[in-house]
T-cell receptor, first 109, second 115 residues
């Protein structure tokens, strides 16, 4: 399984875009990139996932580099409710993964 | 609301006891995953069931066991409880036997406190 590296913490101003990076240099061709977030001990919430192409949904955008060794989750207009721990998971079957430490995103007024 | 229901929400029990946590997956989902999250730690995968059969095991202790019933709900049994078993226990469900290209949805968890 590919190992992921995420910054421990990040701050973002309310209303601005939050860009959360994830490095996964050992990713293999059939491994997906998933993003989840967890708000204060609630159940993790699915955000987005992708294989090769960039993806966008109503919550966020996922940008995957051409060599697939890194990706960025973009929250286009962060709000205070986006304050959470964000997990990047890379695996064929993400369900079997241990989520790791993630990035604590703090959105400030 | 993710559609995944976990009961009870909170559970306090004594060391040495046995408890059962219950998870009802989203309608139509065949896979159930169990996770443990201890204080200030990430989610640790414990076990996965798919359509009634065990599909994958993670770092699950021998004192812990799980099963998935014909109606697809799942139960996680924790026995001979120790103080260190105090944690949040989450279940998640997905349509397929692996997440690949589908998402999984998590319940709100059961907070277990062993005293």
């Amino acid at each position: 399984d590919a190992k992921t590296t995420q910054p421990t913490s990040m701050d973002c101003a309310e209303g601005r875009a939050a860009n959360l990076p994830c490095n996964h240099s050992t990713i293999s061709g059939n491994e997906y990139v998933y993003w989840y977030r967890q708000i204060h001990s609630q159940g993790p919430q699915y955000i987005i996932h992708g294989l090769k192409n960039n993806e966008t949904n109503e919550m966020a955008s996922l940008i995957i580099t051409e060599d697939r060794k890194s990706s960025t989750l973009i929250l286009p207009h962060a709000t205070l409710r986006d304050t959470a721990v964000y997990y990047c998971i890379v695996r064929v079957n993400a369900g079997k993964s241990t989520f790791g430490d993630g990035t604590t995103l703090t959105v400030k007024p | 609301d993710s559609g995944v229901t976990q009961t009870p929400k909170h559970l306090i029990t004594a060391t040495g006891q046995r408890v059962t946590l219950r998870c009802s997956p989203r309608s139509g989902d065949l896979s159930v995953y169990w996770y443990q999250q201890s204080l200030d730690q990430g989610l640790q995968f414990l076990i996965q069931y798919y359509n009634g059969e065990e599909r994958a095991k993670g770092n699950i202790l021998e004192r812990f066991s799980a099963q998935q019933f014909p109606d697809l709900h799942s139960e996680l049994n924790l026995s001979s409880l120790e103080l260190g078993d105090s944690a949040l226990y989450f279940c998640a469900s997905s349509v397929s036997d692996r997440w690949g290209n589908t998402e999984a949805f998590f319940g709100q968890g059961t907070r277990l406190t062993v005293v």
